[in-house]
T-cell receptor, first 113, second 113 residues
């Protein structure tokens, strides 16, 4: 089991460019999440998908869109990147149940110039 | 705004000592509490979760929960240099609110030889 995988690992964009961050999980989890982590700010939820076919905004959704492509995949799109979106992005997944534990991918380091 | 507060540290302890990490939360309806460890440049990994008031032990780690006082703590016994990392406290809200977690900003732990 690979767990949660993310691509790419690193990316540099210019202001105004667009890109999609990919996330996939092989744990058959229903719920998936996108977070950003900035120094001194902790992990902040951007969007989440409680189950296939549903998505909802988190704490900091502005400037992002998501797609739950199927049960395994959940992508995050930046339509017009801004320097304020320079961050480390983590995808996570979980299964509703006795533990509700979220498992994280390795992260994507994004720099917007 | 649901908040989770942690002292950012760094908390320095000598090897073999007990490290005590604390976390307070504002949402009195919170249901589940998680401790994640994050090494520099890596993704968060789950150490423990706790649901009920009292103590929960797992090896060298003990999580303590006091819902009346709205705090959760993590004790690490016989601290090792490999325990040096940032420890993130995460809280899940009221039942029916999904699996969304609110993270604290983390406490940096340094275990010194």
């Amino acid at each position: 089991n690979a767990g949660v995988t993310q691509t790419p690992k690193f990316q540099v964009l210019k202001t105004g460019q667009s890109m999609t961050l990919q996330c996939a999980q092989d744990m058959n989890h229903n719920s998936m999440y996108w977070y950003r982590q900035d120094p001194g700010m902790g992990l902040r939820l951007i969007y989440y998908s409680a189950s296939e076919g549903t998505t909802d905004k988190g704490e900091v959704p502005n400037g992002y869109n998501v797609s739950r492509l199927n049960k395994r995949e959940f992508s995050l799109r930046l339509e017009s990147a801004a320097p304020s979106q320079t961050s480390v992005y983590f995808c996570a997944s979980s299964e509703v149940g006795s533990t509700d534990t979220q498992y994280f991918g390795p992260g994507t380091r994004l720099t917007v110039l | 705004q649901k908040e989770v507060e942690q002292n950012s540290g760094p908390l320095s302890v000598p090897e073999g000592a007990i490290a005590s990490l604390n976390c307070t939360y504002s949402d009195r309806g919170s249901q589940s509490f998680f401790w994640y460890r994050q090494y520099s440049g890596k993704s968060p990994e789950l150490i423990m979760f706790i649901y009920s008031n009292g103590d929960k032990e797992d090896g060298r780690f003990t999580a303590q929960l006091n819902k009346a006082s709205q705090y959760v703590s993590l004790l690490i016994r016989d601290s090792q240099p490999s325990d040096s990392a940032t420890y993130l406290c995460a809280v899940r809200g009221e039942a029916g609110g999904g699996n969304k977690l609110t993270f604290g900003t983390g406490t940096q732990l340094k275990v010194e030889l």
